[in-house]
């Protein structure tokens, strides 16, 4: 059986061996991977380049042809009023599906920032929290 000085002789070894290596490389690094797959996967959820180069199109490829074989007024204004209010709908969806995917990645972005700031500076927090409660009276 190890006794407590045993223990208290091998801490320091695994503290500086394993535990600072992990908590200072190997997890931040995969903090990072983690926030970069978030990253990716919300970009194919939402695709800002395909939004921003078909943000005028028609919604769904709805579009009426413009008549051939002589002007006609009526018909004319018929087609572009569809043609009009199609892109208008399109470019309104794309906007709203455009505004939401930015909220997304800069939600995600926020959010790993403090993480990756909390990870860091939670030993000191820990640390200073412990020193605070220990000096004061209960």
């Known amino acids: 059986m190890i006794g407590a000085l045993q223990v208290i002789w091998l801490l320091p070894g695994l503290f500086l061996g394993s535990f600072l290596p992990w908590y200072f490389f190997e997890e931040p690094k ?5 926030y970069m797959l978030y990253a990716r996967a919300f970009h194919e ?3 800002i380049k395909f ?8 919604w769904k490829s709805i579009r009426d ?12 204004a018929q087609s572009l009023t569809l043609n009009i209010t ?3 709908i399109g470019f309104l969806f794309r ?9 997304m990645q800069v939600a995600l972005f926020v959010g790993f920032l403090a993480y990756i700031i909390l990870w860091f500076f939670y030993p000191g927090i820990l640390i200073a929290g412990i020193a605070y409660l220990t000096s004061t009276s209960l």
């Open 30 to 34: 995969h903090i990072v991977k983690t």
């Open 45 to 47: 959820i939402v695709s």
């Open 51 to 58: 939004l921003l180069l078909t943000l005028i199109s028609p």
């Open 65 to 76: 042809e413009y008549p051939s074989g002589g002007f006609n007024l009526g018909e004319f």
């Open 86 to 88: 199609s892109r208008v």
């Open 95 to 103: 906007i709203v599906t455009l505004a939401i995917g930015l909220a």
